[in-house]
């Protein structure tokens, strides 16, 4: 059984800052990409950014110098530093990563949400 448990989401004035986090445990072999999307209200799912194991990285372009993404493979953990928040920001954020339980298999799993607010 794998899990993803998000942290970090919360209101936030405008021009702030938020940091989430997501750790992935149980049974994992190994992790490829881990990643950042989200779901603004009334809207569709959409990636905000994603690291690979080895360290390649990729943002939208809505995101690009406010957002930075990073990973801790020792503990199976990615970070996301959001700064310069913007009311647009506003969603609830949603981990993903592509985890192999055994070599020969790589499954999606989905954090559970958290909430990023940010006022105006």
């Known amino acids: 059984q794998v899990q993803l448990v998000e942290s970090g989401g919360g209101l936030v004035q405008a021009g702030g800052s938020l940091r989430l986090s997501c750790a992935a445990s149980?049974?994992?072999?190994?992790?490829?990409?881990m990643g950042w999307y989200r779901q603004p209200p009334g809207k569709q799912r959409e990636l905000v950014a994603v690291?690979?194991?080895?360290?390649?990285?990729n943002y939208a372009d809505s995101v690009k110098g406010r957002f930075t993404i990073s990973r801790d493979n020792a503990d199976n953990t990615v970070y996301l530093q959001m700064n310069s928040l913007k009311p647009e920001d506003t969603a609830v954020y949603y981990c993903n990563a592509e985890i192999r339980v055994v070599p020969q298999s790589v499954f999606h799993y989905w954090g559970q949400g958290t909430q990023v607010t940010v006022s105006s």
């Open positions: 690291i690979t194991s080895g360290g390649s990285i």
């Open positions: 149980g049974s994992i072999f190994s992790i490829n990409a």
